[in-house]
């Protein structure tokens, strides 16, 4: 009977694979009702133009607008417009009936050929249409700007005044940012530059204007653009002027991410599957407990007898059995003090069917997940607090050899997106700066020593650390931003991170819960692979 069930359910799987064989219905209808609805829109609002413009040029009551308008029309050849939304439809027209053909063939690999297809005869489309609105569209802006060319006048001094004022303001600020970030000295200036030509072009429209608006006979095309223009360069300049006293505000601000501790909570989430032994039927339910938080001798036990499970009618992945409505646990397979840790309940929400329910149960390992943890000490401008912050667990595995280091720090003088995001040792990314402090010694015999403000860097490392000029000048040239730098390449021993001499001895980091609890002796990519659902089956799928 079970056979016959499987089969029947095999065959109505593949029914329905093939009934989504071919286009999906979704890009059939676009193609279908979609496209052939906007071509028959564009076509219309390209007669539609056409004669609205005819009418314009003949009509005797449009006589004086057409007077005022066709110097400009001859001019910028309004007409030529019309050809060319009637061109560029008539491209569409072929593009379409290419769809069609591969809408006919309804072969699935065409999908992406085909959606692009549609992608490119709706951009031809809206070509199209915005052609043949030109003339209509010019029209009008040509007559707004002769009958509004007062206030559009001064709409133009004054927004050109505006970028003026606003670009002044921004000489002062990124004069006092050259002086402050000598290291940003040309970047600063060649941002200065850029500021000061959007402010030249807006005033150059703004000219244009206004003797385009003042000689004898106006020029309204230039006038109305020109007036265009200036507003362009005011949208402009106020855009680069906001982003651009952002990334100085940036250059102002120091903080570095030191990781202080580690530490990972691990979990056990075991599932019932229940049936009733007596039952003609299968009845199998199953019941998920919440995950119970254990240790990780707990863990390693659980995810080294009971993961990799296979449907192979093998009874050995469940750990536990229940009878009588689950008042008790007949047989333990697992480890008895293990399985006590895990505090179930065996008969909770047990299924109690209108027969008199399920009558037998066994236990699986349903899921392992760990939640995983970092402490930081956050370091900025000068002043440090701590915060624990939960992180996925690759993110967790990344920083594994990282205790006691720096792993974001941005420096002043550097803007957000130049922030140094590979692991260095702390302090290492500020060393060199005068913000921070300055060289003793000289020559290669040189070493840091920090201000009183920063003064703490040095016992992150060890108590009264300091690094030398040679070192320092080794990270910058070959790690900075690159790699994480653990100390001399040639060492045989990390001088930094979680196994290194340092960490293990600076009593900051030996007191750690990751160091206490013995876990920096494991790699975290040991459980990375216990996610998932472990369990085989019930009766139907190798249980007992």
């Known amino acids: 009977m079970k056979r016959l069930t499987v089969c029947i359910a095999a065959a109505l799987l593949l029914a329905s694979l093939a009934g989504c064989s071919g286009l999906p219905e979704d890009l059939r209808k676009e193609v279908e009702e979609g496209l052939k609805v906007r071509f028959e829109t564009v076509t219309t609002e390209i007669q539609t133009e056409t004669t609205k413009f005819v009418n314009l040029k003949q009509s005797p009551a449009s006589k004086a607008a057409w007077a005022f308008l066709a110097p400009y029309a001859e001019k910028e050849r309004w007409e030529d417009h019309f050809g060319t939304a009637q061109r560029t439809l008539e491209a569409a027209k072929k593009e379409y009936q290419e769809a069609l053909d591969l809408l006919n063939n309804n072969r699935t690999e065409d999908e992406q050929t085909l959606r692009t297809k549609v992608r490119s005869i709706t951009d031809e489309l809206r070509t199209a249409a915005d052609e043949a609105r030109h003339a209509s569209e010019r029209s009008s802006f040509l007559s707004e700007a002769r009958d509004h060319a007062v206030a559009k006048e001064t709409q133009a001094k004054a927004e050109a005044t505006k970028v003026r004022v606003m670009y002044e303001s921004l000489v002062g600020a990124i004069t006092k940012a050259k002086r402050d970030f000598t290291n940003k000295k040309t970047d600063l200036e060649q941002r200065r530059q850029a500021a000061e030509?959007?402010?030249?072009?807006?005033?150059?429209?703004?000219?244009?204007?206004?003797?385009?608006?003042?000689?004898?006979?106006?020029?309204?095309?230039?006038?109305?653009?020109?007036?265009?223009?200036?507003s362009a360069k005011l949208a402009q300049f106020t855009d680069g002027d906001r982003d651009l006293r952002k990334r100085l505000g940036q250059l102002g601000r120091s903080y570095a991410k030191i990781l202080v501790d580690m530490r990972v909570e691990y979990y056990v989430q075991v599932v019932r599957v229940s049936w009733d032994e007596n039952?003609?039927?299968?009845?199998?339910?199953?019941?998920?407990?919440?995950?119970?938080?254990?240790?990780?001798?707990?863990?390693?036990?659980?995810?080294?007898?009971?993961?990799e499970r296979q449907d192979d009618g093998n009874d050995s992945d469940w750990i536990a059995d229940t009878t009588d409505g689950g008042s008790s646990t007949n047989t333990i397979q697992c480890?008895?003090?293990?399985?006590?840790?895990?505090?179930?309940?065996?008969?909770?929400?047990?299924?109690?069917?209108?027969?008199?329910?399920?009558?037998?149960?066994?236990?699986y390992v349903h899921d392992m997940p760990v939640k995983c943890f970092h402490k930081y000490t956050i370091v900025e401008n000068g002043?440090?607090?701590?915060?624990?912050?939960?992180?996925?667990?690759?993110f967790f595995d990344e920083y594994d050899d990282d205790l006691g280091m720096e792993i974001v720090s941005k420096p002043y003088g550097l803007y957000e997106d130049e922030k140094i995001t590979e692991p260095a040792p702390p302090g290492m990314a500020e060393v060199g700066d005068f913000h921070y402090g300055h060289w003793q010694g000289t020559g290669n015999g040189r070493y840091w020593t920090w201000y009183d403000r920063w003064n703490f860097y040095c016992d992150l490392v060890q108590p009264r650390y300091h690094y030398t000029y040679v070192e320092w000048d080794t990270w910058s040239d070959d790690y900075r931003g690159e790699r994480g730098y653990y100390g001399p390449a040639n060492a045989k021993v990390d001088r930094y991170g979680t196994r290194s001499q340092?960490?293990?001895?600076?009593?900051?980091?030996?007191?750690?819960?990751?160091?206490?609890?013995?876990?920096?002796?494991?790699?975290?990519?040991?459980?990375?692979?216990?996610?998932?659902?472990?369990?085989?089956?019930?009766?139907?799928?190798?249980?007992?």
């Open 197 to 230: 030509k959007v402010c030249l072009e807006c005033e150059k429209a703004r000219d244009t204007a206004l003797a385009s608006l003042h000689q004898r006979l106006p020029d309204y095309a230039l006038f109305g653009d020109s007036c265009t223009t200036v």
């Open 383 to 394: 002043k440090r607090h701590e915060v624990e912050e939960e992180v996925s667990e690759e």
């Open 502 to 544: 340092y960490a293990l001895s600076n009593p900051r980091y030996a007191s750690s819960y990751w160091v206490r609890s013995g876990e920096h002796r494991f790699q975290m990519s040991s459980i990375r692979s216990a996610g998932g659902s472990f369990r085989a089956g019930g009766p139907g799928g190798g249980g007992k």
């Open 335 to 363: 480890d008895q003090v293990k399985w006590n840790a895990l505090n179930i309940n065996p008969g909770e929400s047990w299924e109690s069917g209108w027969l008199g329910g399920d009558n037998y149960a066994n236990f």
């Open 279 to 307: 039952s003609d039927w299968e009845t199998e339910h199953e019941h998920v407990y919440q995950p119970v938080k254990v240790d990780r001798e707990v863990y390693e036990y659980f995810r080294t007898n009971y993961d």
